[in-house]
């Protein structure tokens, strides 16, 4: 059964504090790994998705990574602006598009 | 830039009635999504569309919901006979290719 986890649940950053959030997934053939971000109240917005292990995008402060058992997002000298729950969520080759989340991981920078 | 719209924002109904979401996803796109979050939970996928018909389903989407797309434009989930369980989030997504985009959801609430 294809898995997503999120660490840490809940991350609090200074203004400017560097850091990273971890999606570890286990998945019967990855098609892509999507990270978005989700404000209170709102729909998911798209990041970025990854195919294939060793990729890496970016925009703007972030940062997102692939291995072949979990990706990363790395933050940059975050804004608190950047404050959101961020979404990790995987699709499996051969099925129809659906996504599998994780539970997310919510950061609060802190000006 | 186009985006995925979701039609009411906010739904409030009595136990056992039943209710349309409406969804009018980005033009171009071909496939087509229901999920629901349940307040602090998952994003948890529900359905998919393509070509139109059901494409995939969850054990969640049982013979209480159903989706159409009555026209070129819209898409609807519909829930018959609803339960106080069913309270949540509904997010309808598209995508054209792998890249699901997510509207703003309905917020479901039942009395």
């Known amino acids: 059964e294809d898995q997503v986890t999120q660490s840490p649940e809940a991350l609090r950053l200074q203004e400017g504090e560097s850091s990273s959030l971890n999606c570890s997934y286990t998945?019967?053939?990855?098609?892509?790994l999507f990270w978005y971000r989700q404000d209170p109240g709102k729909g998911p917005e798209f990041l970025f998705t990854l195919y294939s292990a060793g990729e890496e995008k970016e925009k703007e402060r972030l940062k997102a990574t692939l291995t072949k058992k979990e990706s990363f997002l790395h933050i940059t000298a975050p804004k608190p602006e950047d404050s959101a729950t961020y979404l990790c969520a995987v699709q499996s080759s051969g099925n129809t598009g659906k996504l599998i989340f994780g539970q997310g991981t919510t950061l609060q920078v802190k000006p | 830039e186009p985006e995925v719209t979701q039609t009411p924002s906010h739904q409030v109904t009595q136990m056992g009635q039943e209710v349309i979401l409406r969804c009018v996803p980005i033009?171009?796109?071909?496939?087509f999504y229901w999920y629901r979050q349940i307040l602090g939970q998952k994003v948890e996928f529900l359905v998919s569309f393509y070509n139109n018909e059901i494409s995939e389903k969850s054990e969640i989407f049982d013979d209480q919901f159903s989706v159409e797309r009555p026209d070129g434009s819209n898409f609807t989930l519909k829930i018959r006979s609803t339960k106080l369980e069913d309270s949540a989030m509904y997010f309808c997504?598209?995508?054209?290719?792998?890249?699901?985009?997510f509207g703003q959801g309905t917020r479901l609430t039942v009395v």
């Open positions: 998945v019967s053939g990855l098609r892509g």
């Open positions: 033009s171009n796109h071909l496939y």
């Open positions: 997504a598209s995508s054209r290719r792998t890249e699901a985009f």
